[in-house]
């Protein structure tokens, strides 16, 4: 071999490394700033309202990325609102469950949420009713499909929620 087919040689060897080296790097560099399946499934809680068994006037809690979320189906003798989620002739509330307060996780009681922390309440709406609490429980982002909540995906049913708790 000539030294100059040894250099071309040579310089396509380099080149054809260099260019493995690089798509390497690109695939470890794509996988390591794509979310990870476990996170990209944290982000959203599925919740089919017909499926849980809820009962009226009795909340049930739900953990959406680490935060509790309270779910009411409200009895005929609860007062409607604006801020309610309504499917068919049924109407929601639907909460993050701390306290606007400080952040404690009220307890539900005869029909209010009850903060220990500080003795805030909040009706079955998730509007503060009582204490220091400044506002009404918040409104999480969901969307609806027929009975399932998808929490973590802004629907417009949320949005009118937020909106009315506002
Ligand atoms: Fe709930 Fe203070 S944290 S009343």
């Given at each position: 071999m000539s030294n100059t087919n040894r250099r071309d040689f040579l310089g396509m060897s380099f080149a054809a490394v260099a260019a493995v080296g690089g798509a390497a790097s690109l695939v470890g560099m794509k996988q390591a700033w794509d979310p990870l399946p476990s996170v990209l499934a944290a982000g959203f809680t599925t919740v089919d309202l017909a499926s849980i068994g809820l009962v009226p006037g009795e909340p049930q809690t739900f953990k959406w990325r680490g935060k509790p979320i309270f779910i009411l189906e409200k009895t005929a003798e609860m007062a409607a609102y604006d801020g309610d989620l309504v499917l068919g002739d049924k109407r929601y509330t639907v909460a993050?469950?701390?306290?606007?307060?400080?952040g404690c996780i009220p307890a539900w009681k005869k029909d209010v949420w009850k903060c220990a922390c500080h003795g805030g309440e909040f009706d079955a709406t998730g509007k503060q009713t009582f204490g220091p609490p400044p506002k009404p429980l918040v409104t999480p982002p969901f969307s609806v499909n027929g009975t399932v909540l998808t929490l973590g995906e802004e629907g417009a049913e949320s949005k009118a929620m937020m909106a009315a708790r506002a």
């Open positions: 993050i469950g701390l306290c606007t307060h400080l």
